[in-house]
């Protein structure tokens, strides 16, 4: 027989997999899908943490240890790429400190 405390786990579990596939797939931006995806990787080693407490075994620590560092390693990705998209374009002539449009001398 399954003690309750399993079945309510494995729910909560299930849930909050759910809604973090739900954000992945409705975004709207970017970031909003790494969070998701972040939150979703976290899920699993947490059921896989789980499911060791629950069998008493160690089998599965080199899962979680890659899973890990491939959450880790993918949001250092995505956030090199994001922050390669926000930075301004430069423009082909810099501005100096003449007599132009910056410039306001009487």
């Known amino acids: 027989m399954i003690p309750i405390l399993y079945v309510v786990a494995g729910a909560i579990f299930a849930i909050s997999a759910a809604t973090a596939v739900v954000r992945i797939v409705r975004?709207?931006?970017?970031l909003d899908r790494m969070l998701a995806s972040d939150v979703l990787l976290t899920i699993v080693l947490l059921v896989l943490g789980a499911e060791m407490v629950i069998n008493g075994h160690t089998r599965t620590i080199p899962v979680m240890i890659?899973?890990?560092a491939g959450a880790a390693?993918?949001?250092v990705a995505v956030a090199r790429y994001v922050s390669q998209q926000d930075r301004p374009?430069?423009?082909?002539?810099?501005?100096?400190g003449g007599a132009g449009e910056g410039s306001r001398d009487g």
């Open 73 to 75: 390693l993918s949001t």
């Open 27 to 30: 975004g709207p931006t970017i």
């Open 89 to 96: 374009v430069q423009d082909a002539a810099p501005l100096s």
């Open 66 to 68: 890659v899973l890990a």
